[in-house]
């Protein structure tokens, strides 16, 4: 754990607040574009952490920098909006997340940043280190908002635009506009931008970062066109202070069974037994394993471990890919073992 002290709270359009951090611990740990910081509170007791993307860019001379969305009836955004103060210290765990960009001085990239809302945070992020560490690569941001007015981070992006106006590209898409088949991303939109945009030598790498139903229109129609898969990154902007609609949930094959494994963790093997109603991460917290974890839901690529012996299947994965979940991956927030002696291994 790392303490931070608050240095600023800068108030953003649509509900947002950046704030930026000074580490007192003096080890300023290091994070690559596109990653998350989690935060942690106690109240009397009670652990909570809660995660949010950097907008600030490790490869500038600029401070910690996270921003959050205000969370309608959200315990820790309402606290973070209202209570926090400059110069309060709060506990932060390591910089985590693979929603990351590789700088590399020597690529040419065409690197296409799809956003939506609060969703632009990690990407602009990405932006910035492009930008500046990759003289060669190209960014192609397309920013879809209800308006000009709630854009978060409009005057800062016009900036880089300027300063860059042969390597960045601005698209803006505002639903308030009057030409419909603009207001909105849409297949065809997307298809012309994408074509628009990439040239015959261009190397393109995709990241999107929004709701589901956005970052599932951009994934299908890239694949659509012809993009590998692995050339399509997505990081699910979720709210875990949101209650999940009980009409959405999947259902889940019923299995009354409790099962023994060996959690490794640290170089330590742990027995456990999982009951049917709990998550492998839930018995590993009661016995006082200080488990990495954030969202608890699947959502956040924190938990990720690997199953070296046995299996499991998770209520939910939005970060781990068929493959990646066929080679053993799994996020024990949301993973239960199916079978005794399965050995998972936390990386």
Same mark, same amino acid.
């Given at each position: ?51 949010? @993307? ?6 500038? *001379? /600029?401070?910690? =920098?996270?921003?959050? #969305? ?5 315990? +820790? ?69 209800? @308006? ?6 409009? *005057? /800062?992006?016009? =900036?880089?635009?300027? #300063? ?5 590209? +601005? ?78 949930? /999947? ?97």
């Amino acid at each position: 754990m790392f303490k931070f002290r608050v240095t600023d709270i800068i108030d953003r359009p649509n509900n947002n607040i950046s704030i930026r951090f000074q580490d007192l611990s003096g080890m300023y740990p290091k994070y690559k574009p596109g990653q998350f910081l989690t935060l942690v509170f106690n109240f009397e007791g009670r652990e909570v952490r809660r995660s949010y @993307s950097f907008s600030s860019s490790p490869d500038l *001379d /600029e401070p910690y =920098e996270i921003t959050v #969305k205000r969370v309608e009836n959200g315990e +820790i955004s309402r606290f973070l909006h209202h209570k926090l103060a400059i110069g309060d210290v709060i506990e932060v765990m390591e910089p985590l997340g693979i929603f990351t960009y590789n700088i590399d001085a020597l690529q040419k990239n065409t690197v296409f940043l799809f956003a939506a809302g609060v969703g632009v945070t990690p990407l602009f992020s990405i932006l910035k280190s492009v930008l500046t560490k990759e003289l060669e690569s190209k960014v192609i941001l397309i920013y879809s908002n209800s @308006s000009k007015e709630q854009t978060l981070f409009y *005057d /800062e992006l016009i =900036e880089w635009q300027n #300063k860059y106006p042969d390597r960045l590209k +601005i698209e803006f898409i505002w639903s308030n506009v009057k030409n419909l088949l603009k207001a909105r991303l849409n297949r065809d939109y997307l298809i012309e931008l994408v074509n628009e945009n990439l040239k015959v030598s261009s190397n393109p790498i995709f990241y999107t970062c929004g709701p589901l139903f956005y970052m599932d229109l951009c994934r299908f129609t890239l694949l659509g066109m012809g993009f590998s898969e692995e050339s399509i990154r997505k990081e699910t902007f979720y709210f875990p202070e949101e209650e999940e609609d009980d009409d959405e949930k /999947e259902d889940i094959p019923q299995d009354y069974t409790s099962y023994d494994i060996v959690l490794r963790y640290n170089k330590m093997d742990y027995n456990l037994t999982i009951p049917p109603t709990k998550t492998i991460l839930e018995v590993g917290l009661e016995h006082k394993i200080r488990l990495p974890y954030s969202c608890k839901s699947g959502m956040c690529s924190t938990c990720i471990s690997q199953v070296v012996n046995g299996e499991v299947r998770m209520d939910y994965n939005e970060v781990l890919t068929d493959r990646e979940v066929e080679n053993g991956r799994c996020l024990i927030c949301t993973a239960h073992p199916i079978a005794n002696n399965t050995i998972i291994e936390v990386l």
